[in-house]
Every structure is written in structure tokens, then in C-alpha cells.
């Protein structure tokens, strides 16, 4: 009984041990990989994605997938069956448009781009990286091609990591809330209560801001017998099955922000690919069901719970601990108002929250223009430069802490960003489910009591990993479509509060 | 031109890829991998070990490796063309005998079995590992009959780590060795002058023996810009590529020689994998002739250089300046000579060159007991502890210490150990060839100085790779076939000096 859809199973095993195994190699590459092994590697996963193309494009999987479609075609249609074969389908159909060869030449490409890249930001170097990131932008405009007809060029690009996601229906997200997102930043810059965050610019010995982010994601839940935490020129999660969902984070001693939020943050991807159905392992829905999913998870924890008065309640005091001469004078709300800070800053990852969005449109506006041929690999750092000025009143002092601070485009990930704020706004919507389904909710995190907040995204976004499209999650959990109002009305409602607006 | 040699290289490439990717996941596997990580990775492992092997037996590389057979025919047959299609031919010839699901299985349980080894040997619990050692030992003899018919059922499992050698000679070999090692042993314990070894065994802090033995491997020549070093529970080298050669150790805080002289010959074996020549990269041939081969490069630095005196003259200051406390008021030569102390002992990867051989003869002889079906799997623990008895006068207290040390058998490496022991005497041959063309080689050591040691090395041995069959190297390198003398005569003359036997 359900013989061909179990072959077809065995054959899908397959194709996602060869994703994991890429994955693997490249987690190696960016933690602990010496540099004379970059040439080398960009062949090992070059070879091995190509097997994975030939593998989930060819006649044998095909075939599996038919007879497997038409073995379970009377199930349930939410049952992990009909849904497998379903996904699965969608990746044929999708890359059976793509030849081998060019994932082949993608692979090796930004494999050795993401080296150049690590150079290129440590030297502040644009040119050291851009030969590199023309090739990208070239390979990704022939993607692009290969899903012609499209409405917009940058559709392709978009649906790799949002999919079912238009260009325009970003943009008129955007554009609503754009407008709210920079009047909710000018009325806090005019007149607010001035915050300072000088106390989180200090001294912080490395090994106990480790210490102390392992005990924080401990606390909300990740496993670290399925998991492990290391240092990356960028935070990453990656994810090899359910057993094996590793972490990465970076230090400023200097700051205490960029390790703990980061630490937060991957920790809520982490959780995610931790939480998925046993049912599910060894196929591709071990994933999250859109990036922007995958965001609203971590920005969920990074920022909803990471950089929350309930949350700081309960671990300020051990924060304290750690850092007696830094924070043992320091009042809890004086340090939660630092944490919250909003001014312009430079950074994407370090900015706040009512600033970030404006981060991500940026820089979906130069991948438009990039797609669009408007704009070439050559002018980035003046598009960059200029549009900082314009959306932030910022102009970068080099590159390195301009159009190189992001990993995204190394690894050819023209298309992710947009995913950042879809996951704000899906967060925000989540949270407000959570809220009415666990009422206790503010008390159990003011006690660091996870335990019932975990379960409920076990229950109703981990468990699913990619067996629903991301809208279809959304509007299961929610009931609603995607929407920026609760994320504005959180937004309004903390900051409201923190700079005494009302 | 040689159009069809460099469409069997490219795809030879990709056979090494493949191989290089399992090597990757291994090293994860031993050094950084959760727990919980281990159920996939098997499947991972299982995976792409069955693609290579489907590659490297199928239809597409036999047709290219005899178009680039017949297209390199002319040829100089020491050329590298006409080397790689021979060794790939061979390697084709073993391979096409097994089938791909014997390949999947064996990679599946061993990666499963490591796992449980490693708990086995932490808990000394031979039971926890019986039953996957069951399994191995059975799909090792069902590959011994995929080479039906043999001489010996032992053959094909020696052959897998040692080319071309058969069991009988590495019997007589031993048969040779046994009397006037044991001869050795007795005449120092029953005449030496006593050499105590107390100084070993004090507190040593791991980051400074870590330290020091870092600094040891990088004047021997070992380059990190092309390898790292990790800790693993049993230490070993492996290789992705030239650019990629990685070496682990372990600890003891209470004993000097573990990561010293496990340190030394690891980098050993990883200055082997870095100096192979680039013309030969991802290739298979970028591998050591065999298993005996690597040995010698190991054991050579572990021994012959790490353990002499000239190098202890170079280094012993240095080791002072690292442990004050423990080695500041001890002088050199009673050093050296704790460090040459003859004793028998439980744990093979610790024990003297006196006495190291008759750790081997005594697993050789359990494998070929299991070869020949014997003994079973759970006969083990009381077979090790009597043989241990008979060889070095010692019963284990537990199987931690016994039957449980060494990692090789939950690797499926049976067949492995007497490459240790081909190792020394081929170590020892190579020395006297090297020590006649740099007869200056003593005064370069005592004064670290080993770039013309590592350039005959390389010159001579390295360089090669798999290029030539393990004695066709030996011959050509030393124009002598396998040798107990030049051992026997090194281990003689040192042990004479250190105990004044003479």
C-alpha cells in the first residue's frame, strides 16, 4: 500500500540529502573552512548541486512523482501526502526550467564570490568583489529569462525565496507604508523623550556575551543537542534535517547589540527548523514555507519578545550578572529604552525597528533597478551612497559599512530582502493570534517561561515547515491576508510609550 | 588535443568532488556535528557514497576513461595522463565488483556506528557498539566475497588500504619482526638503564599544549592557510583537495605525549596531502599510494623526527618556556629519554616504538580471525585482553581501554592496522635514502631548520600522491623493495644509546 508514493519518498530523500549536503558545505565554508580551500569547494558544490538539478529534473523523478500524484490524489488535501507530492511538483516545474549548467556555474560563482566578499568588507574593497558581483547579477538576469513570459523581471527573483509573491504587490505594500513608517520616525526624532543607548557602547568581553545570548535562546527553546552555535563574518542559520539546525552569530566587543539581538534572531530561525514534523524530514518541506516566514520567526524573537519590557523583566537581572560594571548600576528601564533606541543608523542588522524597514526598501529598490538593467554593478556604491541619503540622512564613510555590509548578494540572493519586512508585518500578525490564544502570554515571558509561546508556533507555523504556501499559512493562523495594521499599531503602540509621544 | 583526456579528467572531477564531499561530512561528523544530527548524516553519507560509486562504475566514465586510455596510449607511461587513467582504471575494476547498495549500506552504518563507538568508548560499554559492529563486520565479509576468488579471505580487505600486498607477505613480514622486536623489549626491560617517565604525567594546561604543538607543525612545514586543526575523539587527517587538508587531536591534561606526539603525526600525514602536486587535484590520485605510505609520512615525523634527540635540542627550550613550572629544572636528556621510555602498555596511539609494532600484530591477527569467521564480533573484549596478555603482559581494566580504543573498526577500516606497522619499516627506509642525500640533516633539525627536509619530501614522495603503487615508490625512491633492516637497525642503534645497552 502507497508503494509509489513511498519510491517516490526514497527518490525525494535523496534530492534533499544533496541539498543538506550543500548546505553542510557551505556552513563549513563560512565558519571554519581555511582560505587555500575556496577554489576547491566552489567545484565540490558546484558538482553536487548539479547532481541535485539532474536528480529532481530527471525522467526517474518525474515518473515517481506522477505515480505518487495519482496513488494519493483521493487523500485529504491538507494531508502530508497530497501536500509533499504538491511542493514537490512546484520545484520540478520550476527548475525543470533552469538547465543543469547553470546551477552548475551559479554555485561555483558564489561560492567564490562569498570569499571575495569576506575580503572585499574587511578591506573595504568594492572593487576586490565586483568582477564577481557582475557575474552574479549576469547569471541572475539569464534566471531571470528562463521564467519569461513574467509581468516584471524581478518576479523570478522574488518567488526563489517568496513564493507566489508579486513585484507589485510588494511595491504597494511599500508604498503604504512607507509614508507611516517615516512619520512615526520624525514625530519620534522631533519630539520625543531623548533616548541614550551610550550604555550599550561599552567593554563586553566576548566569551560572556556568548555565554549569556546561549543561555537567552536556551531559555526560549532551542535545542542545542540538535543544534550548535559558531561564529560567521554574517549571522546564518542553516539547517541539514530536524536533528541538525546550526546557528551563527558575530561579536562587536564594543557593543552589546550585535551579538545578543543577532543571537536572538538566528535563534528564531533555529527554532523554526527544529520545530518541523518529524513526518516532513528528508523531504524539501523541511524549509521554511517562504522566507518571509522564516523572518517573521526571527524577527518574532529578535525583536517582539528579544526587545521587549515583559522580556528584559525577566533577564535583566542575569544581564546584570554578567556585566556587573557596565549595567549593575543601570535602572531596567533605562536599558530598555537603550535597547529601543531609534536613530538612522548604517547598519541593516543593527537597526531599530522603526528605522529597518527603510533599510529594506532600499535595497529593494536598487535589486529592481539592478533587474530592470537600469543600473549596472559598477554604481552601487553612489546608488547605495545616495539612496542612504535619502531614506536615512545618512551617507555612508566607506563601503564596507555601505553596499558591502550585507552577505545576500554574495551568495546570489538577489530577491531576499523584501522578505525582511513581509516577515515584520507577518510577525505582528502572528503575535496578535498568539496574544488572544494564550492570554497569560506577557506574565509567562515577564517569568522567561517559554514553554506555552513555543508550543503554539510548534503547533501552528513550525510543525507545517513548507507543506503550506506562505499566504495559505498566514490566513490559516490568522484568518487574515497580508496586512500592515497590527504591525503599525505595535509599532506606534511601543514607541507611543518609549519616547512618551502620546 | 587530448580533447578526450580532459573530458575523462572533468569527469573524473566530479568523482573526486563527490568523494571529497563524504570526506567533508566525516570531518563535521567528528568535530562539530550534535548528537542529534547523527540519524541524517548517515543518509547524507549514504547518498552521495552510492553517486560516486554509480558515477565511478557507470556506462558515461568506462567510455570515457578508455577514449582517454586510448588517446594518452603513446605516451611517457610515468606521465601524469597515463598514471591517472591507470590508477582510475583500477579503481574502476575494484569498484565495478561491489554493488552501489552495498556502498550506500556500508556508508550508512558505519556513519551510525561512529556515533555509537564514541559512547561505547566514553561509557565502556562494548555492548552499546556490538550490534552495529555485527553489521559491519558482516557487509565486510560480504565485500570480501565480491572479490571471490582470493588467496586469503583478508586480501581484499588489506587490499582496500594496501595495494597490491597480500596477506601472506604481511605475515611473513611480521613473522620476521615479532622475535627480534620482542628480543628488543626484553633486552632493555631485563638490562636497561631504568628511564623514568614521571615528568610526562603531570598538569598540562590544553591551550598551551594546544599552542605549542601548533608551533611544532608549523616549523615542520604544515601551512594553516590550507588546514586547520580541530579536536576529535580519536585523532585523524583527511583531505578535501590540496588547498584543504585538515589534521585533529585530543587531550589529556595530565599527560604530555597524547597531543604532542598525536599532534606531530597528524601533521605528518597532512604535509603528505598538501604536497601533492596541483596537476594531479581532483583526482583521485591526490591520495596517499596507500595507507602504508601515509603511514610512513606520519610515523617518520612522529618518530624519527619528533622523538630524536636533534629535535628535542631545537625544541626542548622552547617546551621550558611553555611549562616552567613542570620542565624548567628538567634537563634534555632526561627528557629525551622519558619521551623513548620503553614499557608495555595498554593504548597503541601511545605506545613506544619498542614495543608499538606488537599493538598491531595483535589487532592483524584478530581481523584475520574475523576474516576467516573465526571469532564473532561478541568474542572480542575476551580475544583483545588475552592477546594482550600474550603480546604485552597486560589485561585491560576495561574495554575503554581495551577492545574500544581505537576508532578504526566503526569506521569499517578493518584492514587498516598493518599499514601502521608497513608504515615504520618504509618510514625508516626513506630516512636512510634521505639522510644519504642531506648529509647535513642532523644540524638542519637540531637547528628547525626542515625546509630541506620537506623539499625532499615533497621532491621525492609527496609530490605523487597515488601516482605510483606504494612499492613501486618505495623502489624508486629508496631502490629497494620492503625491509625489516633499516627499522631494526634504527630502533636498535636508539634504544642502545638510550639504555646503554651496548
Redesign the interface.
Known amino acids: 500500500m502507497a508503494e509509489k508514493y513511498q519510491k517516490f519518498r526514497e527518490l525525494t530523500?535523496?534530492i534533499f540529502?544533496?541539498d543538506?549536503?550543500v548546505s553542510?558545505?557551505g556552513?563549513?565554508q563560512q565558519t571554519?573552512?581555511?582560505?587555500?580551500?575556496?577554489?576547491?569547494?566552489a567545484?565540490?558544490i558546484?558538482?553536487?548541486s548539479r547532481?541535485w538539478h539532474e536528480k529532481l529534473t530527471g525522467d526517474e523523478y518525474s515518473a515517481a512523482l506522477e505515480a505518487a500524484r495519482e496513488e494519493t490524489a483521493d487523500l485529504d488535501p491538507d494531508s502530508d501526502e497530497v501536500r509533499v507530492v504538491r511542493y514537490m511538483q512546484r520545484e520540478v516545474d520550476k527548475w525543470i526550467k533552469v538547465p543543469s549548467e547553470w546551477v552548475n556555474e551559479f554555485k561555483r560563482v558564489t561560492t567564490l564570490a562569498h570569499q571575495a566578499w569576506e575580503e572585499a568588507r574587511a578591506q573595504d574593497d568594492f572593487a576586490h568583489f565586483q568582477p564577481l558581483l557582475e557575474e552574479i547579477v549576469k547569471l541572475r538576469r539569464q534566471y531571470v529569462e528562463y521564467f519569461a513570459p513574467y509581468d516584471h523581471p524581478y518576479d523570478p527573483l522574488l518567488n526563489y525565496f517568496e513564493p507566489g509573491m508579486k513585484t507589485s504587490e510588494v511595491k504597494s505594500v511599500f508604498d503604504e507604508l512607507r509614508p507611516r513608517q517615516v512619520e512615526l520616525v520624525q514625530e519620534i526624532t522631533e519630539r520625543g523623550l531623548p533616548v541614550d543607548d551610550a550604555v550599550l557602547h561599552q567593554d563586553f568581553e566576548e566569551s560572556k556575551q556568548w555565554d549569556f545570548g546561549v543561555e537567552v535562546i536556551k531559555a526560549l527553546g532551542y535545542?542545542?543537542?540538535?543544534?550548535?552555535q559558531?561564529k560567521a563574518a554574517h549571522p546564518f542559520t542553516t539547517s541539514?534535517?530536524?536533528?541538525?539546525v546550526?546557528i551563527t552569530t558575530r561579536f562587536d566587543p564594543k557593543y552589546l547589540g550585535t551579538a545578543l539581538f543577532g543571537t536572538i534572531h538566528e535563534g528564531g530561525h533555529a527554532m523554526y527548523g527544529q520545530g518541523m514534523s518529524p513526518s516532513l524530514?528528508?523531504t524539501n518541506l523541511i524549509d521554511g514555507a517562504s522566507y518571509g516566514i522564516h523572518e517573521s520567526q526571527s524577527r518574532m524573537m529578535e525583536n517582539l519578545v528579544g526587545r521587549s519590557r515583559p522580556f528584559w523583566i525577566a533577564f535583566y537581572p542575569r544581564l546584570q550578572e554578567y556585566f556587573p560594571s557596565q549595567l549593575g548600576e543601570l535602572d531596567l528601564e533605562t536599558f530598555y529604552r537603550a535597547i529601543n533606541k531609534v536613530k538612522p543608523s548604517l547598519i541593516r542588522v543593527e537597526a531599530d525597528e522603526a528605522t529597518y524597514n527603510l533599510h529594506i526598501m532600499l535595497r529593494f529598490e536598487i535589486e529592481i533597478a539592478l533587474a530592470e538593467n537600469k543600473i549596472s554593478v559598477a554604481d552601487l556604491p553612489e546608488v547605495w551612497n545616495s539612496k542612504m541619503q535619502e531614506y536615512l540622512g545618512l551617507t555612508p564613510p566607506n563601503d564596507a559599512k555601505g553596499v558591502l555590509q550585507d552577505v545576500h548578494w554574495s551568495s546570489g540572493y538577489i530577491g531576499y530582502f523584501a522578505t525582511y519586512s513581509l516577515g515584520n508585518l507577518m510577525a505582528s500578525q502572528f503575535w496578535a493570534k498568539m496574544e488572544e490564544d494564550i492570554p497569560d502570554l506577557t506574565n509567562q515571558i515577564e517569568r522567561a517561561q517559554f514553554a506555552e509561546m513555543l508550543s503554539w508556533l510548534r503547533e501552528n507555523i513550525h510543525q507545517h515547515g513548507a507543506k503550506f504556501e506562505p499566504m495559505e499559512l498566514l490566513q490559516r493562523v490568522t484568518g487574515n491576508t497580508l496586512s500592515v495594521e497590527p504591525y503599525l499599531r505595535y509599532l506606534r503602540a511601543k514607541y507611543e510609550d518609549i519616547y512618551k509621544l502620546a
Open positions: 530523500g535523496e540529502d544533496l543538506a549536503v553542510v558545505l556552513w563549513d571554519y573552512m581555511p582560505p587555500g580551500g575556496a577554489q576547491v569547494r567545484m565540490h558546484a558538482t553536487v547532481l535545542d542545542f543537542e540538535r543544534g550548535r559558531d541539514f534535517g530536524i536533528g541538525d546550526r524530514d528528508r
